[in-house]
């Protein structure tokens, strides 16, 4: 194993020097993968609630059609049934969770907006997932807390999807590494945040954008030096950092 010097020397070799490639260079891939591969396999109430998200001022905060794909694909195969979502805005990665899990299983969805929520209830209704749901509103690391309270729901949740307050993902992970089984996976979505974590401190950068980046890049320290997970991060949507916990 390269150490020392070596080793720090090797990891600066920028990927393009030793062939590696990043598949997404442009828009018109993405767009590409969106008319061959997601949207001809979109089902019919996720495209209607994707319509009407794009109406709404926010629709910037949606879930991609391309990462709800993922969540459907990933909850199926790790058979989830008991999940948890931090993060609902209209419902997309909500219903995309929800017509992958089985007819019993469950999402504790937590927002501090319901009226977005109920933009796209009426679809999840009608897709005959509402069941599944339950929805609280408000913050949800009170929420967390509560539950963590209660041994009873340690290690008891098959996946977790966090798509909210940036500033708050280290206070969630503390508490939702107890919540999660092992084995068990956490999905951290942003974790590129628009691409500004590589972007130079004077970048002209939208303010929200700039607020939270701090919060990312130490959430993405910190996530890579937590020994109870492993973890992968994924170019997918604007960067999913998938965490499967080990103890
Ligand atoms: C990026 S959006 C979620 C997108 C959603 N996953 C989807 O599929 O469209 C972030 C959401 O987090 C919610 N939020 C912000 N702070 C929160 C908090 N402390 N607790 C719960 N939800 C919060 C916002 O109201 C917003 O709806």
Known sequence: MATNGEGKQSQQIKHQEIGHKSLLQSDALYQYILETTVYPREPEPLKELREITAKHPWNIMTTSADEGQFLNLLIK???????????????????????????????????????????????????????????????ALPVLEKLVEDVKNHGSFDFIFVDADKDNYWNYHGKLIELVKVGGLIGYDNTLWNG???????????????????????????????????????????GITLCRRLK
């Open 77 to 139: 195969l790790i058979n989830a049934k008991k999940t948890m979502e931090i993060g609902v805005y209209t419902g997309y990665s909500l219903l995309a969770t929800a017509l992958a899990l089985p007819d019993d299983g469950t999402i504790l969805a937590m927002d501090i907006n319901r009226e977005n929520y109920e933009l796209g209830l009426p679809v999840i209704q009608k897709a005959g997932v509402a069941h599944k749901i339950d929805f609280r509103e408000g913050p």
């Open 196 to 238: 500004s974590v590589v972007a130079p401190p004077d970048a002209p950068l939208r303010k929200y954008v700039r607020y939270y980046r701090d919060f990312v890049l130490e959430f993405n320290k910190d996530i890579v030096a937590d020994p109870r997970v492993e973890i992968c991060q994924l170019p997918v949507g604007d």
